[in-house]
């Protein structure tokens, strides 16, 4: 069974930083692609960004030039550098693989970013 675990949030300051963590219990080049996610309560879930198997990344606009997706096949792990981090960055979380017909999600982590 295809396990996501997200780690690495937590409560900093307007203009910091954090890199979120996701370990996964199989190989990531197994899934199509992993990607993050976040949400506040009421809202519905935001894509964030996605890297393929193969390497590609996406970013959405809305993050770009401050979250950055990366991974590390050794370990299984995929990441999320944040960077410059806004109070509307408060959020949970979520690691995402996809591997067709199936999505796994992670359980979350919180973010939140208040002085």
């Known amino acids: 069974q295809v396990q996501l675990v997200e780690s690495g949030g937590g409560l900093v300051q307007p203009g910091g930083s954090l890199r979120l963590s996701c370990a996964a219990s199989t190989s990531i080049f197994s899934f199509d692609t992993m990607g993050w996610y976040r949400q506040t309560l009421g809202k519905r879930r935001e894509f964030l960004a996605r890297?393929?198997?193969?390497?590609?990344?996406i970013h959405d606009a809305s993050v770009k030039g401050r979250f950055t997706i990366s991974r590390d096949s050794a370990k299984n792990t995929l990441y999320l550098q944040m960077n410059n981090l806004k109070p509307e960055d408060t959020a949970v979380y979520y690691c995402?693989?996809?591997?067709?017909?199936?999505?796994?999600w992670g359980q979350g982590t919180q973010v939140t970013v208040s002085s």
């Open positions: 995402n693989g996809h591997r067709p017909p199936s999505d796994y």
């Open positions: 890297i393929s198997s193969g390497g590609s990344t």
